[in-house]
């Protein structure tokens, strides 16, 4: 069963910056679509920055700008670089995939672990 594990995170001040990557626990035959969603206290899960399978990358406009999402293909490596942040930021970030397992299976969406990220004034 391929897992997605998530790394970085953790707490900033406002205006500082923070990384987060995700790969999954084993090689896959395929990855599709790729991409970062937030949960911000209170609220339901939100799309942050999505890579599409064609390459296409689209942000939420509250991120716009300050984000950078990039997919490394070769290592299977998602990445949200988290530039300007404001706390308003703070939120649990799950990274998301499209994957195909195998050669012989049907592909489905799988999501990270959950990465808490803690933006302060």
């Known amino acids: 069963q391929v897992q997605l594990v998530e790394s970085g995170g953790g707490s900033a001040q406002a205006g500082g910056s923070l990384a987060l990557s995700c790969s999954p626990s084993?090689?896959?035959?395929?990855?599709?679509?790729v991409g970062w969603y937030r949960q911000r206290p209170g609220q339901q899960r939100e799309q942050v920055a999505l890579?599409?399978?064609?390459?296409?990358?689209s942000y939420a406009g509250a991120v716009n700008g300050r984000f950078t999402v990039s997919r490394d293909v070769g290592k299977n490596t998602v990445s949200l670089q988290m530039g300007n942040l404001k706390p308003e930021d703070t939120a649990i970030y799950y990274c998301?995939?499209?994957?195909?397992?195998?050669?012989?299976?049907?592909?489905?969406?799988?999501w990270g672990q959950g990465t808490q990220v803690t933006v302060s004034s």
């Open positions: 890579i599409a399978d064609g390459g296409g990358i």
């Open positions: 998301y995939m499209v994957i195909q397992p195998t050669r012989a299976t049907a592909s489905s969406a799988y």
């Open positions: 084993k090689a896959p035959y395929q990855i599709n679509g």
